[in-house]
């Protein structure tokens, strides 16, 4: 039998929270065959109640108290400063004490960032973390990253990006040998920043055993033309929610026509019974929240602040195909490449 | 009775010209009470069978016969000096020579934007043009600038564009007060580049007389939180594109509930006799197709380079919507507008 995965769980961190993050973690118990335990961190007084409300979610979880957490609207430096012994700070720090695999948080997105960054550490060559999303494609997922950690990023962390999400689409999503496309506008007159040009060229001259592709456009995300699509957090952010924004609104279109006649109401009613609820699951955001941080010593994996039961179920599915999958073994292996290829440059360098 | 609005047409931009334009144009003209007439500008030996081809398309078209065309992938400032009596080049020119009120083109976009810009030149107070899209929302229509023509963009230029967006929306779509958003990235620690926070600042600061609200996100571009989102053309294009592609992917997931399984096709055939023409309409992407040039002394409609002809209708569409409408009276009072906010700012720095 397998060891169950430890989760550790920020339970006072989302809009919602606590009773949205227990009650998710109820609900991902569900029918689950691999064995997963709880950590969660919260106030006892409040995370008590809400645990024993659900049957068998007691028995697989552990509550450990905490007085602070962290607000919504802190500022990352403020966050780090003030924030040691919050729910945040204690559900990554879990991870490097090694009681946890994985560490799951609704919170405040620029907080959980940087006490990650301080508790985990970067690894070797890896300047920022990035975010990414798995992205509902024709077929399965593409992943799609940085989609909210950096605003502005030079283009040789966008090389690291390219790096950082070939090993987690490898890891998470099965393909071998994935595709790895860089966002950018098309016309052929208007190639996007300096910056986009000059990252084109570094992955290029980078040698680094990547199926690169090139410029990919936003177009291309959903249908994956590339497996990973590399992006800065601006970009990526407002793609996202812009992607998140035309499924709701086609969605309500769909509810519209499958209830505004008689004949959508008979229709949706023969639907029902087929394959209008696998419609409905593929279309709603929830399906894929959770972004994960790439680039860190562990595995840090963001939910929506605004999330509800559903939803955090999702994150917390993500966390553990997380942990379960090759991923640090996988980016360990791309930042070996990554490294060469610094290496290389400054021998470069000091011999011009 | 009105005049016939005369709409100038590049018959050989386009990936698919001049069969796509010429059959748009024809399609264009079924069951419509305005009256229009076309300017063909074209090579008039494949012009005229195209023309001859549909019954009725004779009686209103004049073909302007050109030896040239622009190349797809011309850079612009190659296109404006070699594409002098092209057919881009004649089909702008003509509104500059009264002979039409609008031109249209599915060619390339930044030799438009440049042959545009030279022949019709930039109105008072605007730096560079913007590309407007009409963007579906839960009621009618949000728009969204830019989405193109604009790379890399200053603060200033993020005020002319609102300045340029609110007339826009207020003449086509018919807000009176139309409401005016910046698009950024959310979250509180992370509000986007200096850059943003800059044009945030100065539409603030410029007493527009515009209900102005703030950030806004990918999201609420398809929930229409305000009428009019504000972005470079980098973003705006991404977004875009990245709506188009979630559009199409949930469109391909509509159809596989709808004919993957039998109660699925029964469900479709009850509902294609209702709502889901409508629906599929509405999700088409070539519905909207057509992103209109702001800040010029005339109004130039750009098509998608790959559209078929049913795309090519809508772009005709919102050319007449465009020259129909109050557009460059409302351009004028706004840009007043934005010129006593230049002369209050170099009396300030006079003073200062």
């Known amino acids: 039998m397998t060891a169950p995965l430890v989760l550790s769980i920020d339970a006072m961190g989302g809009d919602d929270a606590p009773a949205a993050i227990i009650d998710g973690a109820a609900h991902f118990l569900k029918g689950r065959k691999r064995a997963v335990r709880y950590l969660f961190h919260g106030d006892a007084a409040q995370l008590e109640p809400l645990v024993a409300k659900h049957a068998g979610l007691g028995g697989v979880s552990e509550i450990r108290h905490t007085d602070g957490q962290v607000d919504m609207s802190a500022k990352p430096s403020e966050a780090v400063r003030r924030s040691r012994g919050s729910s945040m700070w204690n559900a990554v720090h879990a991870i490097k004490d090694g009681d946890a695999h994985v560490a799951v948080s609704a919170g405040n997105t620029g907080a959980l960032m940087a006490i990650s960054k301080v508790i985990l550490r970067m690894k070797k060559g890896v300047h920022r973390p990035a975010i990414a999303a798995s992205w509902p494609a024709p077929r399965g997922f593409s992943t799609v990253l940085d989609v909210g950690a950096n605003v502005e990023v030079s283009p040789s962390q966008l090389v690291e990006f390219a790096v950082l999400g070939e090993a987690f689409h490898r890891a998470v999503h099965g393909a071998a040998h994935p595709t ?173």
């Open 180 to 352: 790895v496309g860089l966002l950018n506008v098309g016309q052929e007159e208007l190639k996007g920043s300096q910056s986009i040009r000059d990252a084109d060229a570094l992955i290029r001259e980078a040698e680094l055993d990547m199926d690169y592709r090139g410029f990919v456009e936003g177009d291309d995300i959903s249908s994956a033309t590339t497996n990973v699509v590399v992006t800065d957090g601006f970009t990526g952010n407002i793609a996202l929610k812009t992607a998140e924004g035309t499924a709701r609104l086609v969605g309500g279109w769909l509810r519209e026509a499958l209830t505004g006649s008689l004949s959508g109401k008979i229709a949706a009613a023969i639907l029902s019974l087929g394959a209008l609820d696998r419609l409905r699951e593929r279309m709603d955001p929830r399906s894929v929240n959770g972004g994960v941080f790439l680039g860190l010593n562990g595995v840090v994996v963001k939910s929506h602040g605004g999330t509800d039961a559903l939803g955090f179920a999702t994150s917390l599915r993500i966390a553990l195909e997380m942990a379960d999958s090759r991923f640090l073994s996988e980016i360990e292996n791309n930042l070996a490449r990554l490294s060469d290829m610094s290496d290389r440059a400054e021998a470069a360098q000091a011999e011009g």
